[in-house]
């Protein structure tokens, strides 16, 4: 025999609603939203700065892609990956900034050290930081 008691209960019932405490627990992960804020700003300032190199160059259709899309399509890619697969993203960032740190001063070796250096604190320091980030998100 039932017990008449689980048979007809009411959906406003407490047993079936979460409590305040467990809806009020719930946390805003910092470092995702933080990281993901920080690749889209850096991925955006690049397509920004390719678009107004070839604007101010008066390049013609394909120059502009060269310096655009080609660069600012891979950081955009390479930002918006994690959004989706947060450790696999936040790897692919640490490698893009790595590659960065090695090719950037071997391509313009010619610039001098305060130039590359201040180049490399925009440039490859934001995608390491929002991919250890978003590692150090996807564990929490």
Same mark, same amino acid.
């Given at each position: 025999?039932? =017990?008449?008691?689980?048979?007809?209960?009411?959906?406003? =019932? *407490? =047993?079936? %609603?979460?409590?305040?405490?467990?809806? #009020?627990?719930? *946390?805003?992960?910092?470092?995702?939203?933080?990281?993901?804020?920080?690749?889209?700003? +850096?991925?955006?300032?690049? !397509? +920004?700065?390719?678009? !107004?190199?070839? /604007?101010? =160059?008066?390049?013609?259709?394909?120059?502009?892609?060269?310096? #655009?899309?080609?660069?600012?399509?891979?950081?955009?890619?390479?930002?918006?990956?994690? +959004?989706?697969?947060?450790?696999?993203?936040? @790897? @692919?960032?640490?490698?893009?900034?790595? %590659?960065?740190?090695?090719?950037?001063? /071997?391509?313009?070796?010619?610039?001098?050290?305060?130039? &590359?250096? #201040?180049?490399?604190? /925009?440039?490859?320091?934001?995608? !390491?930081?929002?991919?250890?980030?978003?590692?150090?998100?996807?564990? &929490?």
């Amino acid at each position: 025999m039932q =017990d008449s008691s689980k048979i007809n209960r009411h959906p406003s =019932d *407490k =047993d079936h %609603l979460p409590s305040n405490k467990d809806r #009020l627990s719930f *946390k805003p992960n910092y470092f995702r939203l933080f990281a993901r804020i920080f690749s889209l700003v +850096w991925a955006g300032f690049w !397509m +920004w700065y390719g678009a !107004m190199s070839a /604007v101010e =160059d008066e390049l013609p259709l394909l120059g502009v892609y060269h310096d #655009l899309a080609w660069p600012g399509l891979v950081f955009f890619a390479s930002a918006i990956v994690p +959004w989706r697969w947060e450790r696999a993203g936040g @790897i @692919i960032l640490i490698v893009v900034s790595v %590659l960065l740190f090695i090719i950037y001063p /071997v391509f313009w070796s010619y610039l001098p050290l305060d130039v &590359k250096l #201040l180049t490399l604190l /925009v440039l490859a320091v934001p995608p !390491m930081v929002s991919g250890i980030l978003f590692v150090i998100a996807r564990r &929490k």
